[in-house]
């Protein structure tokens, strides 16, 4: 089809043509840039975390008042719990993921480091931790029993206590020694002596993403022993995730005779904390996919409403090209090509739009370069919507007879 023509009528009508063009170009600038931070939100929630999460559950106590029996009453809670019908195994833990808080420590090669290595967060556990987690050891081995230490151990003051072992996640692990074998290596942490690297999981996240997710992932484990009151959690793993809620209600019983005075502050499966802890995710994912689909109507409708006016301010060009042999294949091709040109315009300038936006956005909100696959996959979408959007135009005005268009002169 000869552009000629084409051109020479989008130049005169230069004012609506570029209102298209700047429509389909923020539309492209904002929809690549969207679709990129529902991809951003989607793989947020979706990520791996290495706990078996389908069979954990978990309840949080509180005490009243200080107890000076914690850690036998502890030790006693756990062998009832691990005691009930349905429970696979039991722990406690100072803390877990898709919370708010951290407990978090430097970690230096180096005894006398004035700048740590990396920043991790520290889950403490027993023997026990790894297998009511379900965590993965990809190399090494679980804390032996004599290398737990109580906690009572190393919180009283001046205590010289610390624990030697450490267990770490893949990600800490090649972070300190890329392409080794962290086994057997040594790490300072907590205290003043060395940690031992005993084993090697392959996931661990954090509790919370306030490091960022390129530090999700920066965890370690030490071998201690955690009184209920220091956290509270009690994770529980079961048998048969259909059976958590039951178990949950079981346990909390069970937490309540071992000892009156102690409120039961959480009973949850560890997939309602993550969903709880992503909901700000999926809201804004939701509202980002709202926005698009709003952008694409107002742009489809803007498309359509520019076409129609043409066609009516052309019906006389119609009528001669029709009366000149054009069939209505061909000026159906015209205003799709048209719409294509315009189209191809808006995305271009999109386009440049699109990665000014990103550069904004990852100045103020440190979020990461939009990938380029993101920007032909917003191209194709407006390139597809335009052509939808003209063809109603389009076929009315191929449509329209020769005579009638004549008479219009």
């Known amino acids: 089809m000869e552009l000629r023509p084409i051109l020479s009528t989008l130049r005169r009508h230069k004012t609506a043509a570029s209102l298209i063009v700047l429509e389909i170009a923020l539309s492209c600038a904002i929809i690549c840039n969207a679709l990129f931070l529902i ?23 509180g005490g009243i008042g200080t107890d000076d029996n914690a ?10 719990l691990r005691a009930l019908p349905g429970v696979k195994n039991a722990t406690t833990t100072n803390q877990v993921p898709f919370n708010n808080s951290s407990w978090n420590s430097s970690v230096n090669l180096e005894k006398d480091q004035t700048h740590q290595n990396l920043n991790a967060t520290i889950y403490m556990g027993d023997v026990q931790f790894l297998d009511t987690m379900g965590l993965k050891l990809i190399a090494g081995r679980n804390f032996n029993p004599d290398e737990i230490v109580e906690w009572k151990a190393i919180s009283e003051p001046n205590s010289k206590v610390q624990p030697i ?48 997710f390129a530090q999700y992932e920066y965890s370690m484990i030490l071998p201690v022993r955690t009184p209920y009151v220091v956290g509270g959690n009690y994770m529980l793993r079961v ?46 994912a939701w509202m980002l996919v709202g926005v698009c689909i709003a952008l694409l109507i107002v742009t489809a409708l803007g498309i359509v409403g520019l076409a129609s006016f043409w066609v009516q301010q052309r019906t006389r060009q119609i009528g001669v090209r029709r009366a000149l042999g054009a069939t209505k294949g061909q000026i159906l091709r015209y205003f799709q090509t048209e719409n294509f040109l315009l189209a191809t315009l ?46 109603g135009p389009a076929r009315r005005a191929a449509a329209v007879p020769p005579a009638v268009a004549t008479r219009s002169v």
Not at 39 to 61: A, M, P, W
Not at 354 to 359: E, L, P, R, S, V
């Open 239 to 284: 048998d048969d995730p259909s059976q958590r809620q039951a178990i949950l209600d079981a346990a909390e019983k069970q937490l309540t005779a071992n000892a009156a005075n102690r409120l039961i502050i959480e009973k949850q499966t560890m997939e309602q904390m993550r969903s709880d802890f992503f909901r700000g995710d999926r809201s804004m």
């Open 39 to 61: 991809s951003q939100r989607l793989d947020n929630i979706s990520r791996v975390s290495g706990f078996d999460e389908t069979h954990i559950v978990r309840v949080q106590v």
């Open 346 to 391: 808006g995305i271009f300038v999109g386009m440049v739009m699109a990665f000014g936006i990103n550069q904004l956005l990852m100045g103020r909100y440190e979020l990461p370069r939009l990938p380029l696959m993101y920007l032909p996959a917003g191209a194709l979408v407006l390139w597809i919507l335009g052509q939808v959007s003209v063809f």
């Open 71 to 80: 850690g036998s009453l502890t030790q006693t809670d756990l062998a009832s």
């Open 165 to 212: 072992a450490v267990i770490l996640s893949k990600d800490v692990a090649e972070k300190l020694w890329p392409g080794e074998n962290a086994v057997g290596k040594h790490i300072y942490s907590w205290g003043e002596e060395p940690h031992v690297v005993v084993g090697v999981v392959e996931h661990l996240v954090r509790p919370n993403t306030f490091n960022g």
